[in-house]
């Protein structure tokens, strides 16, 4: 586990697998005071607010992308790659370094605020898969057993998911790793565990 700098808040990244909770354990990481974002709300600014991003994927993916604002539309963008490797990693490519590019930006500001959370936490679904580790101090594997995932998965994500680094190579990875299978209780009770470990680490 890399030692952050003094002035800045611990930056801790959570993974898992789909339909694992990383998002429920986020909500429970600013519950208990850290400062949060997720990857899934930074690409919805972009994609509302980057006109080089909107030019690019008209380009690529066509003007049917677009939603009724003229902005692109996350499901009709959704439509267009899942289920095509070569366009889905074009996508990939082109947000994954913004989407870096925009957190660290929220990093640094946090650290420049006069009281800076101690914490300050994302959800990065593929950090292992795009190398993007290296990035925080931290890292949280959320795992859940495949009965469980299955259970909250919205929309199939079987492309997808072949596509990921397995649970137990992320686990291994990993500085803390949490079951969810259980209450949202027990996940409460860890992460406040991981918070009072890296802030003690951080004085």
Request: charged share 30%; glycine share 8%.
């Given at each position: 586990?890399?030692?952050?700098?003094?002035?800045?808040?611990?930056?801790?990244?959570?993974?898992?697998?789909?339909?694992?909770?990383?998002?429920?354990?986020?909500?429970?990481?600013?519950?208990q005071?850290?400062?949060?974002?997720?990857?899934?709300e930074?690409?919805?600014?972009?994609?509302?607010?980057?006109?080089?991003?909107?030019?690019?994927?008209?380009?690529?993916?066509?003007?049917?992308?677009?939603?009724?604002?003229?902005?692109?539309?996350?499901?009709?963008?959704?439509?267009?790659?899942?289920?095509?490797?070569?366009?889905?990693?074009?996508?990939?490519?082109?947000l994954?370094?913004?989407?870096?590019?925009e957190?660290?930006?929220?990093?640094?500001?946090?650290?420049?605020?006069?009281?800076?959370?101690?914490?300050?936490?994302?959800?990065?679904?593929?950090?292992?898969?795009?190398?993007?580790?290296?990035?925080?101090?931290?890292?949280?594997?959320?795992?859940?057993?495949?009965?469980?995932?299955?259970?909250?998965?919205?929309?199939?994500?079987?492309?997808?998911?072949?596509?990921?680094?397995?649970?137990?190579?992320?686990?291994?990875?990993?500085?803390?790793?949490?079951?969810?299978?259980?209450?949202?209780?027990?996940?409460?009770?860890?992460?406040?565990?991981?918070?009072?470990?890296?802030?003690?680490?951080?004085?």
């Open positions: 586990m890399a030692r952050p700098a003094a002035a800045r808040p611990v930056a801790v990244a959570i993974t898992g697998g789909i339909g694992a909770g990383k998002s429920t354990a986020l909500d429970a990481f600013r519950a005071g850290a400062a949060t974002v997720s990857s899934d930074i690409v919805h600014h972009l994609l509302a607010a980057d006109e080089a991003v909107r030019d690019a994927l008209v380009e690529r993916l066509g003007p049917e992308i677009l939603g009724e604002d003229g902005r692109p539309d996350r499901s009709r963008i959704a439509g267009a790659v899942f289920g095509d490797p070569k366009q889905l990693a074009w996508l990939e490519a082109l994954h370094p913004l989407v870096s590019r957190y660290l930006t929220w990093r640094e500001q946090l650290a420049e605020l006069d009281d800076p959370p101690r914490v300050c936490v994302t959800e990065v679904p593929l950090l292992y898969e795009v190398g993007g580790e290296e990035r925080f101090d931290a890292v949280v594997v959320v795992t859940a057993s495949p009965e469980v995932r299955i259970s909250r998965r919205l929309t199939p994500m079987q492309d997808r998911e072949q596509r990921l680094i397995p649970d137990g190579d992320k686990v291994a990875r990993a500085d803390f790793a949490f079951v969810n299978d259980g209450s949202l209780e027990e996940l409460d009770a860890f992460v406040a565990d991981v918070i009072d470990k890296l802030s003690s680490e951080a004085r």
